[in-house]
């Protein structure tokens, strides 16, 4: 028996996983008509005959999905054929008002690509362009249809253009699912594709996870899990569908291939459907579409204009400003935030890029997340951020009235000489100043200066930080604590 590094459990399967990840592009409009591609509109305020398939009318290709997949597959490898086609894809689903999706099949206009996460190469089987879904809602109940009263239609996410990415069964742990859609994320904002807002439903994960004995080469019985909506959702979900299957395969029984919906609240997989295959989707090929077929020229637009992509600037970044590779991974990775520290980087008057660094994977992070706004947005201004560091370099703030300061500027528009100069923060290093303090405070507490001396190692230090707690009130938090320290050492260890 072996035990699985990522779920814990004691087994002698393998998981194997495969992903597809859909992606809603950003372009001006819809993927065949001319309606507006807009998060957030008024329910049905962006549809025409066209995304709603009435009779009589025809789609046109938008150009620019077609780029954003070029740039998509030069950016991971993928080839691009000659030409590819749209196909009807034939089902019904109530938020489908032509109860056909335009698609492609077997002709995708990408294939055979790949992508490096931590020195794996996930495969990466096709890049291909479609168009999305409008949205049902639930009213009453949980918000399940089950449970539902009635249900409502939007139609204005009908048409938007897709891009559903498809990869090899090359991934083996929760762990290394995320880390690839987490570097997909990265490579899909660098290249201008798409916002990949998971809580707008712009990137979408569905997993294809099978368990095998370890050893084996042939493939278990896959299940499709749906509904991850975030990164973590993800890990749990994979992680919780490897513990059921092996758990059915060691009370003897089959895992049934199917769909199964992932449900955040109760943490488990639920039973959807029986899992169709391609057949049951009555392909053929979309007849009021001409094949795709990109030019010489288009491509080397394409090639020419590609931006740095994440994991060189990764390297850029921690080779330049000497900083870590989990700092370099976190800036990158969160969507504006390697913008937003450049940015600061290059306002600097005083202080260092690792200074930069570390106020923005700390506190600006911490405050990111508790808000949900992206740097773009922030009051304060790389600028600001850099003037915030320049306070702490000359030693005008501490670092904990600097996180005081960055606070303030944070939820108001304020620069940071602004807040010291409201607030009277001004670090005081004025040795003279600083060591008639440190006198008063050793003289009135000789029983702890008596305890200080008496004592060694950390105890020794206790005391120290004690003494310094004192120096620090009686400079109203205002003392350089450096400079404190020193002359309390000098006072002590003469």
């Known amino acids: 028996m072996s035990t699985d590094t990522t779920t814990g459990v004691v087994t002698d399967y393998e998981p194997v996983m495969g992903l597809e990840v859909h992606v809603e592009l950003a372009t001006a409009t819809k993927m065949f008509c001319g309606c507006a591609n807009e998060f957030g ?24 999905a077609v780029e954003l997949v070029l740039r998509f597959a030069e950016a991971v490898h993928l080839r691009v054929p000659a030409h590819s086609i749209f196909a009807r894809k034939n089902y019904f689903y109530p938020d489908m008002p032509k109860d056909y999706q335009i698609s492609q099949y077997a002709e995708p206009i990408t294939i055979d690509g790949w992508i490096e996460i931590d020195g794996a190469r996930i495969g990466i089987e096709r890049a291909h362009l479609e168009e999305d879904t409008g949205k049902t809602i639930h009213v009453g109940g949980g918000g399940r249809i089950h449970e539902a009263n009635y249900s409502l239609v939007d139609y204005n996410r009908a048409g938007v253009p897709l891009m559903e990415i498809v990869s090899r069964p090359d991934i083996r742990s929760a762990e290394q699912a995320r880390a690839y859609v987490s570097e997909l994320r990265a490579v899909l904002q660098a290249i201008g594709a798409s916002d990949v807002k998971f809580e707008e439903g712009s990137m979408r994960v569905d997993a294809n996870v099978s368990v095998r004995p370890r050893g084996s080469s042939e493939l278990g019985v896959k299940v499709e899990v749906k509904n991850m909506n975030s990164l973590r959702s993800l890990g749990r979900a994979i992680d919780h569908e490897v513990e059921r299957q092996i758990a059915v395969l060691g009370t003897g029984e089959r895992v049934v291939q199917e769909t199964r919906h992932w449900d955040e609240a109760d943490g488990r997989t639920h039973s959807m459907r029986t899992k169709e295959g391609s057949s049951d989707y009555r392909y053929f090929p979309e007849p009021d579409l001409v ?100 306070l702490v370099a ?29 607030r009277g923060l001004a670090q005081v290093s004025d040795v003279g100043e600083l060591r008639a303090v440190v006198d008063t405070v050793l003289a009135e507490n000789p029983a702890l200066v008596d305890e200080y001396r008496a004592a060694d190692g950390p ?17 109203r938090g205002q003392g350089n604590p450096q400079l404190l320290k020193r002359l309390i050492q000098e006072r002590l260890d003469p």
């Open 459 to 475: 105890e020794r230090d206790k005391k120290l930080n004690a003494l310094m707690g004192l120096a620090m009130r009686a400079t």
């Open 394 to 422: 000359d030693a005008t703030l501490s670092r904990n009235q600097a996180k005081d300061v960055l606070g303030e500027c944070l939820r108001e528009p304020k620069r940071p000489k602004q807040v010291v100069a409201e």
């Open 291 to 390: 094949p795709v077929a990109p030019t010489d020229e288009m491509r080397e637009r394409v090639r020419s204009s590609m931006p740095e992509l994440p994991a060189a600037r990764r390297a850029r970044l921690a080779t330049a400003w000497g900083i870590t590779e989990l700092d370099a991974r976190i800036l990158v990775a969160t969507p504006g935030l390697a913008d937003y520290a450049e940015a600061a980087e290059v306002a600097l008057h005083a202080g260092t890029a690792k200074d930069v660094v570390n106020w923005c994977v700390g506190d600006v992070l911490a405050y990111l997340n508790e808000t949900g706004l992206s740097p773009e947005v922030l009051p304060l201004a790389p600028d600001g951020l850099a003037e915030l560091v320049g």
């Open 41 to 64: 509109a008024e329910p049905n305020t962006h549809v025409c005959p066209v995304c709603l398939g009435l009779p009589g009318s025809l789609p046109v290709l938008n150009a620019q």
